[in-house]
């Protein structure tokens, strides 16, 4: 026997529905509602307000008081609101509105489990029962997903989970790992413990573009002698020569820099700029050594039912959005090649503060090829996760096309304002939830789950590095350690002076 909430009342329509109840329910409970010949739709509590119309006119402080003394239970009354979210059997928005008068009753653990628990991914429990909330991974994947949130708020420790469970799948994953959050992430699970690899981020300097060469040597976008120049000069060198004519990216680098040193005889006037250029090239060689390569591609690097960490903490923001770039074009040309070889190779890319890859006002390298994802990878069995506690700063085209989203809180309005018209699912009664969600908790919406739901995410069992320092226990032990180096100091000079 179902428990008993309340009764519809008011106008009633086949997406919101009012309720009157002699109980407090939470917001972001479930409710049933049966009707019209066994019809069953889930809904969900959106807000409560309790009320007493023996208060509502007063104005008074010594009146209230007068009357608070006479008040008695009966006088109070508790409405709801829900928010339909679909049949139990098709998880579709009903036709027809149930009538007022209907029963309100509490939907039972059964019930949840059939409408949360059928997927392939458990990335938590919801906020008002201990129902497991398990995601769709063909369509988490396919669909695209966003993770956001403000600053510690568990952005990190979604991902971890999701890797986890990703893991189980035996999931082919790349994380663009921008803090090396995830670079020693471990499970302490022994039946699931994690097959990462670790990626050292490498460019083929014979493969990309000139443009690309010029942003990793530090010309200046604004160059418009020096990149001329550089560009002429890589083209006379790969008229000459091919990739495999050189052993070595310092070997290339040299010939396109003796190419620069050939123009300036014929060219005098611009021998500064051409100098110039020359220099960059060679502060390329000397500090930049680590990232570019030859005979090298980053496909041969991502080992497949592996979660690949491409290590990127050690670069700044330029460098790591050629990286980024260059991995993300050729991952989605080997898998448009794989597909139409009759051996699609699916794989999850995970962009980390996605803001300095995809940026809303500001172009990058990345941005073309992560929206080109974004539009076209599902076919190819190319998915991307955008994580990032800016949202706003979020190209919304990109964000537009992650249908699935994990938000956790967000306060500020432009940022709610931001992701809500990047998502037609994302309503304005759980657009109001997100400043009042607690670390760890997230509103889970789209086709992975179908039915909106309020989640606790499940804590990582095991290591990352993306929690917070004790910075009071570190302040102490540093402390404690200077004092007994201190004390072992005067020992040693018997506590001269």
């Known amino acids: 026997m179902k428990e008993i909430l309340g009764y519809i009342v008011g106008k009633t329509t086949n997406t919101e529905l009012s309720f009157l109840s002699d109980k407090i329910p939470e917001i972001g409970s479930y409710v049933s509602i049966k009707y019209d010949d066994g019809k069953e739709i889930l809904g969900m509590v959106e807000g409560v307000i309790q009320g007493c119309p023996v208060f509502d006119e007063i104005l008074n402080v010594k009146d209230l008081l007068k009357l608070k003394k006479l008040e008695i239970e009966d006088s109070f009354y508790i409405m709801g609101k829900i928010k339909v979210l679909g049949d139990t059997d098709n998880k579709k928005i009903p036709r027809t509105p149930p009538k007022p008068g209907t029963e309100v009753c509490v939907a039972d653990d059964k019930l949840l489990k059939k409408m949360f628990s059928n997927g392939h991914i458990e990335i938590g429990k919801l906020i008002s029962k201990n129902v497991p909330v398990k995601l769709d991974a063909n369509k988490l994947c396919s669909r695209h997903l966003a ?160 979660i690949n960490i491409l290590s990127l903490e050690r670069l700044d923001e330029n460098d790591m959005d050629i990286i980024v770039s260059y991995f993300s074009k050729e991952i989605l040309r080997d898998r448009k090649d794989s597909l139409r070889s009759g051996a699609p190779k699916p794989i999850f890319i995970i962009f980390e503060e996605a803001h300095l890859f995809v940026p809303q006002n500001r172009h990058t390298k990345s941005k073309l090829y992560i929206s080109r994802i974004a539009r076209e990878g599902r076919k190819f069995g190319v998915g991307i996760c955008l994580v990032s506690q800016r949202p706003k700063t979020l190209d919304q085209e990109s964000l537009s096309q992650c249908n699935n989203l994990i938000i956790s809180k967000l306060i500020e309005p432009s940022d709610q304002s931001h992701v809500q018209h990047a998502s037609e699912n994302l309503s304005e009664d759980l657009l109001k939830q997100l400043p009042g969600l607690n670390v760890g908790e997230a509103v889970i919406l789209g086709p992975a789950l179908k039915i909106p739901a309020i989640v606790k995410i499940n804590k990582f069992n095991g290591d990352y590095g993306g929690e917070d320092l004790d910075i009071v226990g570190i302040w102490v032990n540093d402390n404690k350690h200077n004092n007994e180096e201190r004390l072992s100091s005067d020992d040693m000079f018997g506590g001269l002076d």
């Open 147 to 306: 993770i956001l949130a403000i600053t510690g708020m568990g952005k990190s420790n979604t991902v971890a989970v999701l890797l986890s469970e990703l893991n189980k799948l035996n999931a082919t994953v790349l994380v663009c790992d921008v803090h090396g959050e995830y670079k020693y992430i471990q499970s302490r699970d022994s039946n699931n413990k994690l097959k990462t690899h670790i990626i050292k981020p490498k460019i083929n300097i014979y493969n990309i573009g000139s443009g690309s060469l010029a942003d990793l040597a530090g010309v200046d976008v604004q160059a418009t002698k020096q990149r001329p120049y550089i560009r002429k000069a890589i083209k006379n060198v790969k008229n000459r020569y091919k990739e495999s004519d050189f052993n070595s990216a310092e070997e290339y680098i040299n010939e396109v820099i003796a190419e620069l040193e050939s123009f300036i005889e014929i060219n005098k006037k611009d021998a500064d700029s051409i100098q110039t250029a020359i220099f960059r090239l060679e502060d390329m060689l000397q500090f930049k050594k680590h990232l570019i390569a030859l005979h090298y591609n980053p496909i041969d690097e991502i080992r497949d039912n592996h």
